[in-house]
């Protein structure tokens, strides 16, 4: 009768058993986020242009009154202090702190905004270049059209 009541439970080689196989796989998948995290700075280059170009997007599209100011920033100098009298005016002066920080943002980043009136009704052409080294040229350019 000794064999037939055995007692229940784990002993410590299954629990070590145990132990062995989720440490391979908590390894393994901390291995697997590493590998995204390794991304070179040239490839994120493409997603922070897409990102400094789409916000312009989505601000030109929430801007009802005004929106002709974010093509007109010749002269326009980024200040956020700065009083703006028109609509216009503020519009230039967010295109003009936007077109900094593409600059800042980006090696020889360059944003522009421009105003396509060949369409009807007219749209806005929101454009972002840069040139990394040993990379040559790119842009991102997006168009937003305002219904």
């Not at 590493?34 to 990102?51: G, V």
Request: glycine fraction near 6%; proline fraction near 4%; aromatic fraction near 4%.
């Amino acid at each position: 009768m000794r064999g037939a009541h055995r007692e229940r439970g784990f002993n410590i080689v299954e629990i070590l058993a145990a132990l062995l196989v989720m440490a391979v796989a908590i390894v393994g998948i901390a291995a697997l986020y590493s590998d995204q995290t390794h991304i070179p700075a040239d490839a994120r280059l493409p997603l922070r242009a897409a990102e400094l170009a789409e916000q312009m997007a989505d601000r030109i599209r929430a801007t009802a009154e005004g929106r002709d100011g974010f093509a007109t920033t010749v002269g326009v100098i980024c200040n956020d202090k700065a009083k703006t009298r028109t609509p216009q005016d503020k519009a230039a002066q967010i295109a003009a702190c936007w077109e900094d920080e593409v600059e800042s943002s980006l090696p020889s980043g360059l944003g522009s905004i421009s105003r396509d009136t060949s369409m009807t009704p007219a749209s806005y052409v929101v454009a972002v270049s840069w040139s990394a080294p040993g990379t040559g040229a790119a842009s991102y350019v997006t168009r937003v059209e305002i219904r």
